[in-house]
Nanobody, 129 residues
């Protein structure tokens, strides 16, 4: 399932932005979803994930306390709420479906999309200082 992230834009440092993630044509409601970002000249990095049930989330230290992942099952949409943004958060953001459905083997893995490199266009977030 290829997902499409949206909601990016230009924001001042200290500001907030909410990104959305939706699938085209298929549902991803049975899967954990992860958010990743890639800044120019840098490797793609993981910035958060949410379990199938929505009861578990996972964040790296770089964004913990500032980013929140949530999901609305009725809308089949996953969100990334970003607050206290910093210039170093500037990147193109992507969402991805985990390898395994439901919450088997939490925390999730994303080996499949990493192998296929089918990340979609992502959405650009630019944080000005």
């Amino acid at each position: 399932v290829q997902l499409q992230a949206s909601g990016g834009g230009l924001v001042q440092a200290g500001g907030s932005l909410r990104l959305s993630c939706a699938a085209s044509g298929r549902t991803f409601s049975r899967y954990p979803i992860g958010w990743f970002r890639q800044a120019p000249g840098k490797q793609r990095e993981f910035v958060g994930a949410i379990s199938w049930s929505g009861s578990e989330t996972l964040y790296p230290d770089s964004v913990k306390g500032r980013f929140t992942v949530s999901r609305d099952s009725a809308k089949d949409t996953v969100y990334l709420q970003m607050s206290r943004l910093k210039p170093e958060d500037t990147a193109r953001y992507y969402c991805a479906v985990a390898d395994v459905a439901y919450d088997v083997g939490w925390p999730p893995t994303f080996d499949g999309i990493k192998r296929s490199d089918a990340w979609g266009q992502g959405t650009l977030v630019t944080v000005s200082s």
